[in-house]
């Protein structure tokens, strides 16, 4: 389980194409020290594992379902990637609960940037807005950020000076594609809601009171 919260950018040293399948070799950058065979980290999103170990650099296998649901097919040798390593019972919750599991793939519409702030615009398929709340919490490519914005298209976020040095969105542009997790509490209440109306033609607040809100 992962917060959200990048704790550093790495590079893609190799990307190993196998069949349907890939391998990505990454220089982990400062978190490197004590990271172990095994290890859960979030590549720009993606819960990959640890495969293999040397000096700073890792490498992870990557499988058939993760290549055809996120974009890490995109990244090259030379790609900046955002890492976050899998949280500690001692850590804190700094961002939101983040499982890692790419929900889907959205796209970079509009980039407005002030001073050092800037106010972000993506693209999602209907089937994710449905799990979006404004106010709430998403990962978007990993990172942590709240909605800011929502209609029927897509959503904006604010991203301050930290979030922008810290992770690859300074570097980012319209056109990319990015991958997109949405709230797993929003996931489980949405799916919860759904088996107890199941011929619901809409929410009314009788419904609600029938089944004890």
């Known amino acids: 389980m992962f917060t959200g919260i990048i704790e550093t950018v790495g590079i893609i040293k190799q990307v190993q194409p196998s069949g349907n399948q890939m391998r990505l070799s990454i220089d982990l950058n400062r978190i490197a020290d004590g990271t172990r065979l095994g290890d859960s980290i979030a590549v720009n999103g993606v819960c990959l594992t640890v495969s293999r170990l040397n ?39 700094g961002g939101h609960i983040v499982q890692g599991h790419v929900d889907g793939l959205g796209k970079i519409a509009a980039v ?65 594609a990015v991958n997109i997790e949405t709230d797993i509490l929003v996931k489980i209440t949405q799916r919860q809601l759904a088996a107890m109306l199941p011929d619901s033609d809409g929410l009314t607040i009788d419904k609600l009171r029938e089944h004890g809100f």
């Open 112 to 176: 407005q940037k002030q001073a050092d702030y800037a106010q972000f615009r993506f693209e999602v398929p209907k089937e994710l807005l449905a799990q979006v709340v404004l106010k709430g919490s998403i990962a978007v490519d990993g990172v942590s950020v709240t909605v800011a914005k929502l209609d029927a298209a897509g959503f904006e976020v604010a991203v301050i000076p930290t979030t922008l040095k810290e992770t690859t969105w300074h570097q980012s542009k319209v056109g990319d």
């Open 55 to 93: 000096g700073t650099t890792s490498e992870f296998d990557v499988s058939t379902e993760t290549i055809e649901k996120t974009t890490l097919t995109k990244l090259k040798n030379g790609s900046s990637v955002n890492l976050e390593r899998a949280m500690s019972a001692q850590g804190r919750f």
